[in-house]
């Protein structure tokens, strides 16, 4: 039996998962084993939580998330960092 490599895409839908989508399709081979998960699904979202996805479009790979997908997300540091809440002068 051959090894398959198990490749998850947690997607909302959007154009930009719509893209990662064909993109991880399109880059597959017969090695791999591609699913696309809805985060409209409440199961879906328990899922990408406990693999601590973030953002979306996310890609899983072996369990892993892939570490393009890996970053923090939306958070206030990172909103404040970018000058949010602060009045312009």
């Known amino acids: 039996m051959m090894k398959r490599r198990k490749v998850t895409v947690f997607s909302a839908g959007c154009p930009m998962c719509e893209d990662a989508v064909t993109l991880v399709r399109e880059l597959a081979c017969t090695s791999c084993e591609v699913e696309v998960l809805d985060m409209h ?49």
């Open 41 to 89: 699904d409440h199961d879906v979202t328990s899922r990408a939580a406990a693999l601590n996805v973030r953002t979306l479009p996310a890609v899983v790979v072996d369990g892993k998330l892939a570490e393009c997908c890996a970053g923090p997300g939306v958070s206030e540091a990172t909103l404040r960092s970018a000058s949010i809440g602060l009045p312009m002068s």
